[in-house]
DNA sequence: ACCTGAACACCGTTCAAGT
DNA sequence: ACCTGAACACCGTTCAAGT
């Protein structure tokens, strides 16, 4: 370390002022982003909050792209590092899918975030976990990457809906199960003829299970490889 | 029709200029998405591409959530109706996908829309869709929820994925082929140990049809459902 | 090297004023 | 009834000027 940056640490230690950082930036947009939504974080809100000046967090940070990216993958790690059990693989998947639920469900925002560029980290982590899983499943090579990238596209799907649901209700104000009965009388008056479907698991809709349903859909998914394997 | 609306038309059909109508003010916001993207919808843009004022857009239109929403809507309605075919549920939940695939591959901007507003029309319709068809197959109505939310989460999924790409493409107005070559690249620089997996993967990613992966997944899920039937 | 904050080039939306 | 277009309250990002 440089005499020169010891001396400003020593003095920002002293008055108590870290300087600020792309740790300290990533971690109070999380902050912003889980009280306010994603329409809350903004340069200069995340500025105030950091008693700096707009302009100061590009010396840290490239875009807002890179702030969201960084957000997202913070909270994805943590949520991966829950799921590293010790378990079988089908259960290992299992947990997997129920931490990124669980994660998606506490910051709503990751859900989006997770759809709007892929191929980086964030979903790199997960495609790793969930591939090396179906791997240790048995899967052969030739049906390996169709059957992680169905389990991905899914897990992903899931995150992209609930993420809506979340960011819905919080724009109208409205907690989940006002929001579902909203949505449930909307279906049940669809004409009869041409929604049948829908209209009869309108009633139902209220009542669901969220967590569970998108178990089921992981359980399901796995059915269809496994029987595969052995088919 | 009333004696004013009468000449104002007659008056406006000798001039060659239609009235602003919501019809047309969707038909040119597709254009305008089909061209621009999605940050190319404006609604100074889209004033201009209709030789009138931005605010007169707000007489027909409540406001861009509904615009989106509606040029979403026009699209699915269209690739839904191409699916509707007389074969077998199977058969046809697999045309379903396909249409969908193909039409958001054609419009990348309308993968993003369907996650967007949660419960409107166009994801009723894709549920409606499925629904019908899952209900087709002979599965119990126990567990006709499971299977068909799975089969629109999994739908959803790549849909968003496949917008994602599309929007970073042309942000970086390269072609898919490209992205994918670079996206291999970095994926083959990341950590031998913590990503075996994405590592393995990454060489064959440019090779991948991403149609047929799509529709591996959707059999992978057909197969987990009609086992669940006769287990 | 790092930070400040005014300025720039945009947005969606509103609304008085027109026809 | 329908349209106009300036105005309002925001954005992300840049950049001269400071320390």
Redesign the interface.
Known sequence: MSRCAMIQNTRRTQRGEPALSRERIISAAIDLLDTSGESGLTFRALAAQLATGAGAIYFHISDKGDLLGAACDSIVVQALATADTHAAPQERLRAIGLALFDAIDAHPWVG?AL?????TMPT?RI??SV??QV?ALGVPDDA???????L??????????N???AR?GQARNIVREDFLHQ?AN??GQ?DAA?????RA?AA?LPL?DDRA?FL??I???????T??RSG
Not at 194 to 198: D, E, K, L
Not at 219 to 225: A, K, R, S
């Open positions: 989006a759809s709007d560029a892929p191929g790199v495609l790793e591939g090396q791997q390996l990457w169709a059957a992680t990238s169905a991905l596209s899914y897990i992903l799907g899931v995150a992209g809906q993420a809506a649901n819905l949505l909307q279906w669809l041409a929604f049948p479907f829908t698991v139902q669901h349903d089921a859909g359980d399901l998914i796995l059915v269809g490889i029987a595969r």
